[in-house]
């Protein structure tokens, strides 16, 4: 994140989906959260992803470094 701000100049990030591994495991997500927040979860859906690559010192945005994934690149 601290990447992030730097190059954009920004102190305020965009909201951002964090995947964890490791954290906790159940079988399913009614037995970790309970079946209210399992629904919000679920019922979310992103189209595409745009994933920014950048270089160890890079300070400044390069348009090209910017690529858009569908949801299938993912899996």
């Known amino acids: 994140m ?3 701000k730097t190059v954009f100049q920004k102190q305020e990030m965009p909201q951002r989906i964090i995947f964890f591994d490791g954290v906790k495991e159940e079988k399913n997500c009614e037995k ?3 079946l209210s927040e399992c629904e919000k979860l679920n019922s979310q859906f992103i189209n595409d992803y ?3 690559f ?3 010192y890079d300070k400044k945005l390069k348009t090209n470094s ?3 994934f569908p949801l299938s690149f993912l899996k």
Request: hydrophobic content about 40%; cysteine-free; glycine content about 14%.
């Open 32 to 34: 970790l959260f309970g």
């Open 54 to 56: 950048y270089g160890k």
């Open 66 to 68: 910017i690529k858009k």
């Open 2 to 4: 601290s990447r992030y």
């Open 50 to 52: 745009a994933i920014f």
